[in-house]
């Protein structure tokens, strides 16, 4: 049986600012790598007019993979070594 998060233990990973009210993703998974699976949403306003899921200097428009294993005291999370951007 699932043991419950503990709320007073939450921290903050990642903020993605959404330039919108629609297609802002949200889902969150953990995958059988023990990494984190983030669907962020491309941000909104119809067909993506600024190209966020296109361009790779933008979080938005990607399904994000993150270690939260992998924290330092500078870091809240590593990028894991095979991500391609």
């Known amino acids: 049986m699932p043991k419950p998060g503990d709320p007073g233990s939450e921290k903050r990973l990642l903020f993605q600012k959404q330039p919108a009210a629609n297609h802002n993703g949200g889902m969150l998974a953990f995958g ?37 294993a992998g924290a330092t005291f500078t870091e809240p999370y590593a990028i894991p070594p095979d991500n391609p951007f």
């Open 32 to 68: 059988p790598d023990g990494y984190l699976y983030i669907g962020v949403g491309d941000g909104g306003s119809g067909n993506d007019p600024p190209n966020n899921a296109q361009n790779i200097e933008s979080l938005l428009g990607k399904i994000l993979r993150i270690d939260p």
